[in-house]
């Protein structure tokens, strides 16, 4: 998997801000935008100054924005690029925003110093800001990751009614087999009989054949 991370994905990588995922090399990437605007609701709850509350206002119209650019029934990569040059440039002024600024804004000129969150969510976006609007490149990446935690979600289902793994060998057996039976799921394959069909394989002649492509794509 490492090797496979690290020198051939070759698309685009959808996931949320853990910072694992920045360890995947990817030809471009798009973090999940319904994880960072679940976020500021969060952070709303808790933060009332009116200096966090300015920011959150403007980044979360800059994000909406960008959404209902891409769900436009006629959107095509590019078509409004001028647009999409816009979003990132103001996001990027937010991003680097001084907190003399911000605080002028809020109207909250003296207050000490910024305020946490609002510095932790710059220090965020002035990282990853190429990052937040690529699906505005491509007709056919979202905006946020909900299939790939669709595809996690039965293996989460199945260690809670298990009532967890027992040991860091069965977690670790539960990830491969859940990830080669979705593998397979995904490329159309019965994965009961592709496995069985594998392991009759192995015992005949002591090595397991190659993972299978889709069906469709092998004609």
């Not at 925003?97 to 110093?113: H, I, L």
Request: net charge positive.
């Amino acid at each position: 998997m490492q090797k496979f991370f690290t020198e051939a994905f070759d698309g685009v990588l959808i996931t949320d801000f853990w910072a694992a995922y920045g360890s995947v090399a990817a030809e471009d990437r798009q973090y999940c935008l319904v994880h960072l605007l679940r976020e500021l609701d969060d952070v709303d709850k808790r933060n009332v100054s009116a200096e966090w509350q300015s920011f959150a206002r403007r980044l979360r119209a800059l994000l909406r924005q960008g959404i209902h650019l891409r769900k436009r029934p006629d959107f095509k990569p590019g078509k409004w690029q001028d647009h999409v040059d816009r979003l990132n440039k103001r996001l990027a002024k937010l991003a680097s925003e001084e907190p003399s600024q911000t605080r002028s804004r809020a109207k909250a000129a003296t207050a000490a110093g910024e305020d946490a969150d609002v510095q932790r969510l710059k220090k965020r976006l002035a990282k990853h800001a190429e990052y937040i609007f690529t699906f505005l490149d491509y007709d056919h990446v979202p905006f946020e990751n909900n299939f790939a935690e669709r595809q996690i979600r039965p293996a989460v289902i199945i260690r809670k009614n298990s009532l967890a793994n027992r040991s860091d060998r069965g977690a670790t057996t539960q990830a491969v087999l859940m990830s080669i039976y979705r593998t397979l799921n995904l490329r159309g394959l019965d994965p009961t009989k592709t496995l069985v069909d594998a392991l009759r394989e192995y015992v005949r002649n002591g090595k397991l054949p190659e993972l299978p492509g889709s069906p469709i794509a092998n004609g």
